[in-house]
């Protein structure tokens, strides 16, 4: 089974600085996909960034990058340079190895506030 | 916007009835995922579709049933709705239904009273 754990329910981080949301996942598969979302006060969740458990570079989408250490089972967010409209929700997901009945455990959660 | 689309956005109903929650995947995509997001349970998968079968089943309670249609749409058929049922239920979807990553809808926010 798979486990995916965070543990900070809520951050605070001031406008402009980066900040990481962490994550640790469990699993005994070797092959294994890792995700972040994003879900606003609206409730829309937004795909942010994908780490496969076999790439050799850590994931960078624009302001946001993954921090994967296999070794530690860990793949934490980082968010560079925040702005106001970061302040949501985020959750950490992982997918069983690839075929066709991915689907995704999710995590509890972080919830961010990004303060002016 | 994802390409996702969700309909209705709000549904408000009572304890014993049955309600339809319908999803548009992105053009393209042939996997439908469905997840229940609750304040006590967090986000669950409930199950997969990839171009009209089922593929994949999570924690998805015996009075819930989906189906993908040949437009590839999905519904999703809650019946004998309890107040533990009230949730947010989200439709995915992707291209292949592998290791690919999944595109939410807005959501529909179920309210069982």
């Known amino acids: 089974a798979q486990k995916i754990t965070q543990t900070q329910p809520g951050m605070f981080v001031q406008e402009k600085e980066a900040v990481t949301l962490d994550c640790t996942y469990d699993?005994?598969?070797?092959?294994?996909?890792l995700f972040w979302y994003k879900q606003p006060s609206s409730g829309e969740m937004i795909f942010l960034i994908y780490q496969g458990s076999y790439d050799q570079q850590n994931a960078t989408e624009g302001r946001y990058s993954l921090n994967f250490q296999k070794a530690r089972k860990s793949a934490n967010l980082v968010i560079s340079a925040s702005q106001l409209g970061d302040s949501a929700m985020y959750f950490c997901a992982m997918g069983p190895p690839g075929g066709s009945n991915y689907k995704l455990t999710f995590g509890k959660g972080t919830l961010l506030t990004v303060n002016p | 916007d994802s390409g996702v689309t969700q309909t209705p956005k709000h549904l408000i109903t009572a304890t014993g009835q049955r309600v339809t929650l319908r999803c548009s995947p992105r053009?393209?995509?042939?996997?439908v995922y469905w997840y229940q997001q609750s304040l006590d349970q967090g986000l669950q998968f409930l199950i997969q579709?990839?171009?009209?079968?089922?593929?994949a089943k999570g924690n998805i309670l015996e009075r819930f049933s989906a189906q993908q249609f040949p437009d590839l749409h999905s519904e999703l058929n809650l019946s004998s709705l309890e107040l533990g049922d009230s949730a947010l239920y989200f439709c995915?979807?992707?291209?292949?239904?592998?290791?690919?990553?999944?595109?939410f809808g807005p959501g529909t926010r179920l309210t069982v009273t």
């Open positions: 699993t005994s598969d070797p092959s294994y996909g």
């Open positions: 053009s393209g995509d042939l996997s």
């Open positions: 579709y990839y171009n009209g079968e089922e593929r």
């Open positions: 995915a979807s992707s291209t292949s239904g592998g290791s690919d990553e999944q595109y």
